[in-house]
């Protein structure tokens, strides 16, 4: 009778296999089952981002074009971020807070510290990309936006991902713009505005979502809205183009995954690499 060794002379070729070896095939075993609006709820992330990037290109073609004044931006960023501060500790009733032994006037003081250093630098902001032409900045600042958007961490555990290099392009991409603005004091607000809308409403959106989820999708839902009303104002057709685009990365997309789910066919059975269980660590000493 044939045995599943290597270790054992049999009167069988090395490649035989008998009917049994087909009695341990399972396939996915470890298939995830996905729910669509469990999907379209994850989507939520994608398009926020989608959203923040166009309403920091919204915000700087108003301020190139005069239309928005730095006063007004800093004011209305200002605001928007003290009401987050505090909807940010009201959120978890400040657990989070006292779990990460963060006071708030370490957080005062952080804020002080960026502030004071992003104005003061703010003159060296404007003029220092000015031997580089116009078409080149704003090539790499939409090269930097795209590689914020894949790098960003949407809550997927995978290698791409990576929070710092995401937030690091974005605030490039950011110097970038703002150095094609009129005055320092606009590319001091734009570079300050970047911060608020990639650095701190991320933060905001997660512990919404981990917490409220349905404050979460109303949130997400007047944002993407907001982002296509500025839009409107700019360009009707990249509105529409923009709310296709975020119907297909919330709608479509989750239908087509879980379509594609049905025709997901992974296989494991005895030709699969043997995993060691045991405890080896005693051979270590």
């Not at 309403?55 to 003290?82: E, H, K, R």
Request: net charge positive.
């Amino acid at each position: 009778r044939w045995k599943k060794v290597l270790y054992e002379r049999q009167p069988f070729p090395d490649n035989y296999v008998d009917q049994r070896f087909l009695e341990e095939l399972r396939k996915n075993v470890h298939a995830r089952q996905y729910r669509y609006r469990a999907v379209v709820f994850q989507s939520g992330a994608v398009v926020q981002q989608l959203c923040s990037v166009c309403v920091f290109a919204l915000t700087w073609w108003y301020m190139d074009a005069g239309m928005l004044s730095p006063q007004g931006l800093f004011g209305a960023a200002l605001v928007s971020s003290l009401l987050g501060y505090v909807l940010f500790d009201a959120v978890d009733g400040g657990a989070g807070r006292w779990a990460s032994g963060r006071t708030r006037w370490a957080d005062l003081k952080s804020t002080l510290v960026f502030t004071a250093f992003t104005y003061g630098f703010s003159p060296v902001l404007k003029t220092l990309t000015e031997s580089i032409s116009t078409d080149t900045i704003y090539a790499m600042s939409a090269l930097m936006l795209l590689g914020h958007l894949i790098f960003f961490d949407y809550g997927a555990n995978a290698a791409i991902v990576s929070s710092t290099l995401s937030l690091n392009m974005a605030i490039f991409a950011s110097v970038c713009l703002a150095s094609r603005l009129p005055r320092s004091l606009h590319a001091f607000v734009m570079v300050t505005f970047a911060m608020q809308i990639f650095a701190l409403w991320p933060m905001l959106q997660k512990k919404l979502k981990a917490r409220t989820p349905r404050c979460y999708v109303g949130v997400t839902v007047l944002f993407a809205l907001a982002a296509l009303a500025g839009l409107a104002t700019v360009s009707s057709v990249g509105a529409v183009l923009f709310a296709s685009l975020l119907l297909a990365v919330s709608c479509l997309c989750p239908y087509c995954l879980i379509r594609l789910q049905l025709l997901k066919d992974n296989i494991h059975g005895p030709w699969d690499e043997a995993e060691i269980k045991e405890d080896l660590s005693r051979f270590l000493m």
